[in-house]
């Protein structure tokens, strides 16, 4: 782990050529909405450090109804403004995955979005696939 920034209940870190970021339960998701989102925004931008890493988003720790606004705030490219793969979000059950897949594809962010309960492996899969894309940008 390596070039972590935080923001009171949520914290972030390079590891595996991933950005993670963890999402604990004491977040309070109205504080996207201000000057907070920016910070979020510049955290991601510091440390991607120019690569196109994959970016995933842990909500496994917050409630339904949290995850279901935090993903409502996050899942869009809109609110990144830069130049952010598709993101991955981590969630702690099936039901949750379900509600917020059908939400992606109301909502048009079926591409951009990638949804897991168990990741593990997925995660593997999904750098793979970010590695690959990288490879491709560079030439």
């Not at 935090?70 to 793969?85: A, N, Q, R, T």
């Not at 979005?113 to 793979?128: P, S, W």
């Amino acid at each position: 782990m390596e070039d972590k920034g935080k923001i009171e209940g949520m914290e972030f870190w390079v590891d595996s050529d991933t950005i993670h970021c963890l999402i604990h339960k004491n977040f309070d998701c109205m504080v996207l909405e201000g000057s907070t989102l920016e910070i979020f925004k510049e955290n991601i931008k510091a440390l991607s450090n120019g690569e196109y890493l994959p970016l995933l988003i842990n909500l496994t720790e917050v409630g339904r109804l949290k995850a279901f606004q935090l993903f409502g705030i996050l899942s869009p490219c809109s609110p990144f403004g830069i130049k952010v793969p598709p993101r991955i979000f981590l969630v702690k059950s099936f039901f949750v995955k379900m509600v917020l897949g059908f939400f992606c594809v109301v909502n048009g962010n079926a591409f951009w979005n990638t949804i897991y309960v168990n990741a593990e492996k997925e995660i593997f899969h999904e750098g793979q696939r970010f590695g690959k894309i990288n490879l491709i940008n560079e030439r």
